[in-house]
């Protein structure tokens, strides 16, 4: 997440097309690795609840306000 930020506190010095997209590439390699860690620790979780709390979990997290990414 840390990466993220220091991408996204970088974003506007970019001159040019190609430096755009490099800014562009590291946001959303950090963004991916943002992701992957979370599901790196939302898969064991999941994996140790019941039918009802994944249910619960599903509708918390998916809601419009639950993962705010």
């Not at 994996?47 to 918390?60: G, P, R, S, V, Y």
Request: glycine share 6%.
């Amino acid at each position: 997440m840390q990466g993220m930020r220091h991408a996204i506190m970088g974003m506007s010095k970019a001159a040019t097309l190609p430096d755009k997209l490099t800014e562009r590439e590291t946001m959303l390699t950090a963004r991916i690795e943002a992701v992957r860690k979370l599901k790196g620790a939302v898969d064991p979780l999941c994996a140790a609840l019941d039918a009802n709390q994944k249910k619960t979990a599903d509708e918390i997290m998916l809601s419009p306000m639950g993962m705010m990414m």
